[in-house]
T-cell receptor
Framework: NAGVTQTPKFQVLKTGQSMTLQCAQD?????MSWYRQDPGMGLRLIHY???????DQGEVPNGYNVSRSTTEDFPLRLLSAAPSQTSVYFC???????????FGQGTRLTVV | GQSLEQPSEVTAVEGAIVQINCTYQ??????LSWYQQHDGGAPTFLSY????GLEETGRFSSFLSRSDSYGYLLLQELQMKDSASYFC???????????FGAGTTVTVRA
């Protein structure tokens, strides 16, 4: 059972480039979310989804887009990378019958 | 975002007991979760409290007082492998929007 899988694990981008961080879960969870983690700031919610076709903004959505065409996948798009988006990004999923969130191993993104 | 406060660091010896406090804003509060994160790893779920009282899971326990807008995570019989960061996270409705504290780094010494 793979759980939540994020790719890539590491990425370096130049300012202005765009890219997509992939997230897939095989637990048939309804809820999926993206967080970023910066030193000393905990995890901050970027976007979330309560089911296929439904997404909403979190605390820090600017510069990011998401879509949820299937239950399994929840990609995060960086539209035009900026150095302020250097961070570790975590995807998480949860069933609606439990409060336990399952996190992927993270994508470490550096924007130069 | 919503404000949560927890201590930044705690150091203790093996076998000791550590309590990590978390205070949160009351408005719209739904439940309090705790997550553990080892350096470079993914956060993993420890516990969830929606009602007042103590929840025990092995060496770890979590407590909530809704009237005081306060909770804590209790780590007992500390082991070296418990060295990690611990985050409290609050749900402000019955959905998936979690607000995390900045985390408490626990260092266990021999």
């Amino acid at each position: 059972n793979a759980g939540v899988t994020q790719t890539p694990k590491f990425q370096v981008l130049k300012t202005g480039q765009s890219m997509t961080l992939q997230c897939a879960q095989d637990m048939n969870h309804e809820y999926m979310s993206w967080y970023r983690q910066d030193p000393g700031m905990g995890l901050r919610l970027i976007h979330y989804s309560v089911g296929a076709g439904i997404t909403d903004q979190g605390e820090v959505p600017n510069g990011y887009n998401v879509s949820r065409s299937t239950t399994e996948d929840f990609p995060l798009r960086l539209l035009s990378a900026a150095p302020s988006q250097t961070s570790v990004y975590f995807c998480a999923s949860r069933s609606d019958s439990t409060y336990e969130a399952f996190f992927g191993q993270g994508t470490r993104l550096t924007v130069v | 975002g919503q404000s949560l406060e927890q201590p930044s660091e705690v150091t203790a010896v093996e076998g000791a007991i550590v309590q990590i406090n978390c205070t949160y804003q009351t408005s719209g509060f739904y439940g309090l979760s705790w997550y553990q994160q080892h350096d470079g790893g993914a956060p993993t779920f420890l516990s969830y409290n929606a009602l007042d009282g103590l929840e025990e899971t092995g060496r770890f326990s979590s407590f909530l007082s809704r009237s005081d807008s306060y909770g804590y995570l209790l780590l007992q019989e500390l082991q070296m492998k418990d060295s990690a960061s611990y985050f409290c996270a609050v749900s402000y409705s019955n959905d998936y929007k979690l607000s995390f504290g900045a985390g408490t780094t626990v260092t266990v010494r021999a």
